[in-house]
């Protein structure tokens, strides 16, 4: 046994769903108590509106959960690239120099600042180090060209 044991704490759905269960349960069981001890039609009646306006509740209740969680997923999910078509901003290209030379390489960070979500080719993915010596990605300049992409100045 760990001598520090770490304390997560619990999905906060979990307790909406605990407290709607005991909600319910209670105006059910409220409703039923009131109720004397025989029964005749309109007892009958009354204690059925009271489950269907449960149900009802319950429902309404997990679909404005639902409608919730649709609303963050889509919040989540990468935004459309903000260009037309195939334009990559020009202002991304740098000289990086390599063991063959110096090349010209579109950095992805600065891609993905600029535009948005990209989805290039990982064909033309290349990994470079920068000044500091950390490692980069980014795309071959050559390789976007002859993929049919275009480099052109961004307005800032």
């Not at 997560?8 to 709607?20: C, L, M, Y």
């Not at 909600?23 to 009646?45: C, N």
Request: a positive charge.
């Amino acid at each position: 046994m760990p001598l520090l044991q770490t304390y997560t704490k619990p999905h906060p759905r979990r307790f909406s769903r605990i407290t709607a269960l005991l909600a319910a349960a209670s105006i059910a069981i409220a409703g039923a108590a009131a109720t004397p001890a025989h029964a005749d039609k309109t007892d009958t009646l009354r204690t059925a509106a009271q489950i269907a306006g449960i149900l009802i509740i319950g429902k309404l209740i997990a679909d404005s959960n639902k409608k919730r969680r649709l609303e963050r997923a889509r919040a989540r999910q990468p935004q459309p690239a903000r260009v037309i078509g195939n334009t990559l901003p020009l202002q991304c290209v740098r000289w990086v120099d390599t063991d063959r030379g110096a090349r010209r390489i579109l950095g992805k960070r600065c891609i993905e600042r600029r535009v948005g979500y990209v989805d290039l080719p990982r064909r033309c993915e290349r990994r470079f180090w920068d000044a500091r010596g950390y490692s980069r990605i980014g795309y071959s300049r050559r390789c976007l060209l002859n993929k049919g992409y275009r480099i052109e100045p961004f307005p800032r």
